[in-house]
C-alpha cells in the first residue's frame, strides 16, 4: 500500500492509499479516518459507499464527518466507486462504468474483468483494514444515492456482517428505475432473474437477518419519484416484517448539503448498535 494524503483532523488522521486489488485487477484508492481514541486502542468501524461519479474525496470533503466520528471514537473508510485506470472498460455516460460501478459483480462483458465492485466491499477491503489499522471487526455499513443501494444490499445480503445499515437518497428500487435497469443490464445481462440477487426488494422479503434500515430522504430531491422510490421499499419491508426507519426531510435535495445536515445522526446510529 501506498498512502497518498495525510491530514490532521479534530485531534485524529485522515487519510488516502492507494493498494492493488486483486478482486478489481486494478489499482484502488480508498479513504479511513482513525479518530484520536484509535492512537491507543482498536475501534470500530464505518464502511461507506459513495454515489454515481463519485471517488472516495467527496465523503471526505464534503460531509464533515470526522469531529462527530472523533467525537464517538469510529473509523471511517470510504472506497472508490468503482474500478479505474487504462484498460478498464468505460461509458461515456455518467451512470455506468467509471464512478459507477453499482457494488456487484459484473457478469458481462466488457465489464466482469474488473467490476467486481462487490466482492471489494463485502471482502478484500475490510480484510485490508482490519489486517493493517487500529479497527476492531464491528462494523456498520452506510452510503448515499447508488452508495445507499450498495450499504442495503450489501447489509441484507451478509447477516452478521454488520451492526448497522443506513443510506440516505438510497436507490432502492434499482430493477424498477431508470439508473438500475441500465447498470443491470450492462453489468448483469439480460435475464431480469439474476437481478434479483442485488436488488433490496427481492433480498428484504428472504433476508436471514432483521438488521434495522435508517434511510434519510429529501422531500426536494430532484430524482426522488423517477430513479429513488423509497416508497417502494417502505411497503416490501412493511410486508416482510423488516424494521425500517425512514425520514422524509422536507426542503432537502440530492446534494452533500442534505448528507453533512444529518451524517452525525447516522454516525451516531451506528455506535447505537454496538451496545
Given at each position: 500500500?501506498?498512502?497518498?494524503?495525510?491530514?490532521?483532523?479534530?485531534?485524529?488522521?485522515?487519510?488516502?492509499?492507494?493498494?492493488?486489488?486483486?478482486?478489481?485487477?486494478?489499482?484502488?484508492?480508498?479513504?479511513?479516518?482513525?479518530?484520536?481514541?484509535?492512537?491507543?486502542?482498536?475501534?470500530?468501524?464505518?464502511?461507506?459507499?459513495?454515489?454515481?461519479?463519485?471517488?472516495?474525496q467527496n465523503f471526505i470533503?464534503?460531509?464533515?464527518?470526522?469531529?462527530?466520528?472523533?467525537?464517538?471514537?469510529?473509523?471511517?473508510?470510504?472506497?472508490d466507486t468503482s474500478p479505474?485506470?487504462?484498460?478498464?472498460?468505460?461509458?461515456?455516460?455518467?451512470?455506468?462504468?467509471?464512478?459507477?460501478?453499482?457494488?456487484?459483480?459484473?457478469?458481462?462483458?466488457?465489464?466482469?474483468?474488473?467490476?467486481?465492485?462487490?466482492?471489494?466491499?463485502?471482502?478484500?477491503?475490510?480484510?485490508?483494514?482490519?489486517?493493517?489499522?487500529?479497527?476492531?471487526?464491528?462494523?456498520?455499513?452506510?452510503?448515499?444515492?447508488?452508495?445507499?443501494?450498495?450499504?442495503?444490499?450489501?447489509?441484507?445480503?451478509?447477516?452478521?456482517?454488520?451492526?448497522?445499515?443506513?443510506?440516505?437518497?438510497?436507490?432502492?428500487?434499482?430493477?424498477?428505475?431508470?439508473?438500475?435497469?441500465?447498470?443491470?443490464?450492462?453489468?448483469?445481462?439480460?435475464?431480469?432473474?439474476?437481478?434479483?440477487?442485488?436488488?433490496?426488494?427481492?433480498?428484504?422479503?428472504?433476508?436471514?437477518?432483521?438488521?434495522?434500515?435508517?434511510?434519510?430522504?429529501?422531500?426536494?430531491?430532484?430524482?426522488?419519484?423517477?430513479?429513488?422510490?423509497?416508497?417502494?421499499?417502505?411497503?416490501?419491508?412493511?410486508?416482510?416484517?423488516?424494521?425500517?426507519?425512514?425520514?422524509?426531510?422536507?426542503?432537502?435535495?440530492?446534494?452533500?448539503?442534505?448528507?453533512?445536515?444529518?451524517?452525525?445522526?447516522?454516525?451516531?446510529?451506528?455506535?447505537?448498535?454496538?451496545?
Amino acid at each position: 500500500m501506498e498512502r497518498k494524503e495525510t491530514h490532521a483532523s479534530f485531534g485524529g488522521v485522515q487519510e488516502v492509499w492507494r493498494h492493488k486489488s486483486v478482486s478489481l485487477g486494478v489499482e484502488a484508492n480508498f479513504a479511513i479516518y482513525l479518530p484520536p481514541q484509535a492512537k491507543t486502542e482498536k475501534v470500530p468501524v464505518l464502511y461507506w459507499l459513495s454515489g454515481l461519479t463519485c471517488t472516495e474525496q467527496n465523503f471526505i470533503g464534503k460531509a464533515g464527518a470526522q469531529r462527530v466520528a472523533a467525537e464517538l471514537g469510529i473509523a471511517i473508510v470510504a472506497s472508490d466507486t468503482s474500478p479505474r485506470g487504462v484498460g478498464v472498460a468505460d461509458d461515456d455516460a455518467y451512470d455506468l462504468g467509471q464512478g459507477a460501478g453499482f457494488y456487484l459483480n459484473a457478469t458481462q462483458e466488457p465489464w466482469a474483468a474488473h467490476y467486481r465492485m462487490y466482492d471489494y466491499v463485502v471482502t478484500e477491503l475490510p480484510a485490508l483494514i482490519e489486517a493493517s489499522f487500529p479497527v476492531t471487526q464491528q462494523r456498520g455499513i452506510a452510503g448515499h444515492s447508488m452508495g445507499g443501494f450498495g450499504a442495503i444490499m450489501i447489509a441484507l445480503r451478509n447477516p452478521g456482517r454488520y451492526r448497522s445499515v443506513s443510506a440516505f437518497s438510497p436507490i432502492v428500487a434499482p430493477t424498477q428505475v431508470p439508473w438500475g435497469e441500465k447498470a443491470f443490464s450492462a453489468y448483469l445481462g439480460p435475464d431480469r432473474a439474476s437481478w434479483a440477487a442485488y436488488d433490496p426488494l427481492e433480498l428484504v422479503r428472504t433476508a436471514k437477518e432483521r438488521l434495522p434500515v435508517l434511510i434519510d430522504q429529501g422531500l426536494a430531491d430532484q430524482f426522488l419519484k423517477e430513479q429513488l422510490r423509497p416508497e417502494l421499499f417502505q411497503e416490501a419491508a412493511q410486508n416482510a416484517g423488516q424494521e425500517l426507519i425512514l425520514n422524509l426531510r422536507p426542503d432537502y435535495d440530492h446534494s452533500y448539503y442534505f448528507v453533512a445536515s444529518f451524517i452525525a445522526d447516522h454516525l451516531r446510529y451506528f455506535v447505537s448498535k454496538l451496545r
